[in-house]
């Protein structure tokens, strides 16, 4: 029987946030319960359980240690990580307008252009969408996806939360 594969080995390609992903916590004791939480992540770092993932293929699905706890936390996002969001927790430098090919721009949720003058880029949506609450108490949809490159994206977001811009 071989042996799980190293979540950690895998550094940041290792889709922690993957929906599909099954987690397994196996506590001390051998009891065992699927899916993973802060709690979860609490418990193995004090040494009570041992965490592991079945990550789905086509084919077959491979199971994988969680390893390295601290990645795991910057991988589900309890844990702001620079270099896996893009974003650098400050103060964002935020320009923005509707979208030129908005086709309802009264709408409840209209695409915007977004442009962040910090130097930032979004490489996870979530992630972002929280930073501009917290700044802007902007309500970004992180249900569907966005585009752009280097400083220049598209989100869709509340049109009321933008303000009187929108």
Known sequence: MAEPRSAGAMGTEFPYELGTMCYIEVAAGGAVSQ???RAACQRALA??????????????SDLF??????????GMGWVHDEARTGLVDHEHQVR???DEFE???NGTYISVEVRLDCGCTIRDLRAFAEQMRQQRGWDVATSGGYSGVGPRFTVRARRRSLGPQA
């Open 96 to 98: 923005w307008q509707v």
């Open 35 to 37: 899916g993973a939480d």
């Open 103 to 105: 086709r309802n721009p």
């Open 47 to 60: 040494g009570q359980s041992r965490l592991f993932a079945v990550w789905p293929g086509n084919y077959r």
């Open 65 to 74: 240690a969680i390893d390295d706890l601290d990645q795991y936390a910057r």
